[in-house]
């Protein structure tokens, strides 16, 4: 079992920057891969980003690449996402995940979730 708590939400003006932060419980985060979500209000939840158990590989949305930094400390069973660059579009639940593969990331079926941060950008 891992339980994922995510912080760092918040309202910013378009233009700024905000960063996430998950941790997880468990012994085994570094068996792992971990991953954002996000979902806005009457949408679907997608895909934002994600990266591999040792940190050497990430990967991301196209409508994020370049504003978006995903990070880990396994040290301290930690994910970050950096985010700057902010537009209103980007306002949305951001929920962490994890996977023991790339694939349950892909397939939006990872094996546990956060119960997500509120990221507000107001234009």
């Known amino acids: 079992q891992v339980h994922l708590v995510e912080s760092g939400g918040g309202l910013v003006q378009a233009g700024g920057s905000l960063r996430l932060s998950c941790a997880a419980s468990g012994r085994f985060f570094s068996s792992y891969f971990m991953g954002w979500f996000r979902q806005a209000p009457g949408k679907e939840r997608e895909f934002v980003t994600a990266?591999?158990?040792?940190?050497?590989?990430?990967y991301y949305a196209d409508f994020v690449k370049g504003r978006f930094t995903i990070s880990r400390e396994n040290a301290k069973n930690t994910v970050y996402l950096q985010m700057n660059s902010l537009k209103p579009e980007d306002t949305a639940v951001y929920h962490c995940?994890?996977?023991?593969?790339?694939?349950?990331?892909?397939?939006?079926?990872?094996?546990?979730w956060g119960q997500g941060t509120q990221v507000t950008v107001s234009s």
């Open positions: 995940a994890v996977s023991p593969s790339m694939d349950g990331m892909w397939n939006d079926d990872p094996d546990y």
């Open positions: 990266i591999s158990r040792s940190g050497m590989s990430t």
